[in-house]
Every structure is written in structure tokens, then in C-alpha cells.
């Protein structure tokens, strides 16, 4: 049983589309996080959802747009897709919403858009 | 606002060598924090953590101790082998004012290890 599930694994698509990436936890944590990986590496935060709700969205184009329907999803969705949001996308969950225990990465999207 | 610095990589060593990764931090708060590891090809996975001043975090022979005076949490593996292969993250969580949990992560250290 995967515990964080992201779908799918890879996505190569055009430019000017739009695509969705659905991520799936069972640990029955409250909280859930998107996240980028650029081809550096580096790691930084895109969304939070805490229980269906937004709690964080940092400085992301609006063309990404995070939906969860209820606590165990969270999707998300990217119009107009750029040259430039080519990269790997995880997501996480968290049994607290203060981040102290530590995440569950899923294994990531990557997405490249030619 | 809250910052990690790793020691450059790529670090690259013999089976059996010592390992040792440097953190630094900067946080508002009292933060906890983290080393993740990423093998090729897959997404992070929790390595160890620490809560608190002081705490030493430790699994799989690796080790890194929470020092607040110094501010850092450097990773530490007497023996390694070729499977600790893999790009390692030094991360903290902040609880305090807007971080909401939100990890940040340094720049990751690509580690590399040889028979």
C-alpha cells in the first residue's frame, strides 16, 4: 500500500496546455502539501491544505490552481503550461499541521512541457 | 525568514569512508528539524529528525545532533556504503508565525560513494 500516491509519474506535454497531477494519501493525516523540484534540486513549497482548507500559498502563477475535494486528495491543476514549469512536482502529508513530525513525500511528477 | 545552508556538493567517497554533511540554519522560531534522502529516481524519504536543542536524531548509522548555540545539524555516518548513494536535504519546519509546518529545505548535497 502507497502511502502518498501522485499520478501520474511522468507528463510531457505542449506548451499552452493544461494538465492535472492527482495526489492520494491513506495515512488519514489533515494535512497536505505540493511542492517543486527544480532541476537544481532545490525543494520549495507551493501549496498547504489543512483539513480542505488553503493554508499557505505562496508566491506560485495563478495558472496553479490546488483542489481538494476532501482530505485525502489533493490535485493540482495547471493552465497555459510553460517552458519553465518543467520540473518535478511532489507532493506530501503531515500529521500535524505545525510540521513537526515530518512529511510523507509521495514520488513524485515529473513534468516537461515542450 | 527562515533559511538552511548544506555544504556544497557534490561530496563523493570510498566505502567505509566517514561522512560528515554541514547544516546551518536560520529560523524566527524554535524550529524542528530534518535530514531527508533522495534515491535516484523516487521522492524524499523522512532520514532523521530532531525537535529540540540538544536532541540527536539517528537511523541507518546515521546521526545529527540539534545544536541551538551554533544554530546547526550536521549529518554524520561513521562507515558508509555504496547504497548511501543519493541526494541528501538538511530541512527545518517552523511552527511559529506564518510557516503553518511549511519545510525549508537547503540546497540539497549530492552524495556519491565508490567500492
Known amino acids: 500500500?502507497?502511502?502518498?500516491?501522485?499520478?501520474?509519474?511522468?507528463?510531457?506535454?505542449?506548451?499552452?496546455?493544461?494538465?492535472?497531477?492527482k495526489c492520494e494519501q491513506n495515512l488519514g493525516h489533515d494535512t497536505m502539501y505540493w511542492y517543486k523540484q527544480d532541476s537544481k534540486k532545490f525543494l520549495k513549497i507551493m501549496f498547504s491544505y489543512n483539513n480542505k482548507e488553503l493554508i499557505i500559498n505562496e508566491t506560485v502563477p495563478n495558472r496553479f490552481s490546488p483542489k481538494s475535494p476532501d482530505k485525502a486528495h489533493l490535485n493540482l491543476h495547471i493552465n497555459s503550461l510553460e517552458l519553465g514549469d518543467s520540473a518535478v512536482y511532489f507532493c506530501a502529508s503531515s500529521q500535524d499541521s505545525a510540521g513537526r513530525v515530518g512529511y510523507t513525500f509521495g514520488s513524485g511528477t515529473?513534468?516537461?512541457?515542450? | 525568514g527562515n533559511s538552511v545552508t548544506q555544504m556544497e556538493g557534490p561530496v563523493t567517497l570510498s566505502e567505509e569512508a566517514f561522512l560528515t554533511i554541514n547544516c546551518t540554519y536560520t529560523a524566527t522560531g524554535y524550529p524542528s528539524l530534518f535530514w531527508y534522502v533522495q534515491y535516484p529516481g523516487?521522492?524524499?524519504?523522512?532520514?532523521l529528525k530532531a525537535t529540540k536543542a540538544d536532541d540527536k536524531g539517528s537511523n541507518k548509522g546515521f546521526e545529527a545532533t540539534y545544536r541551538k548555540e551554533t544554530t546547526s545539524f550536521h549529518l554524520e555516518k561513521g562507515s558508509v556504503q555504496v547504497s548511501d548513494s543519493a541526494v541528501y536535504f538538511c530541512a527545518l519546519s517552523d511552527a511559529g508565525g506564518t510557516s503553518y509546518g511549511k519545510l525549508t529545505f537547503g540546497q540539497g548535497t549530492i552524495l556519491t560513494v565508490h567500492p
Open chain 1, 1 to 21: 500500500d502507497t502511502a502518498v500516491s501522485q499520478t501520474p509519474k511522468y507528463l510531457v506535454t505542449q506548451m499552452g496546455n493544461d494538465k492535472s497531477i
Open chain 1, 110 to 114: 515529473r513534468l516537461t512541457v515542450v
Open chain 2, 42 to 47: 523516487e521522492g524524499l524519504q523522512l532520514l
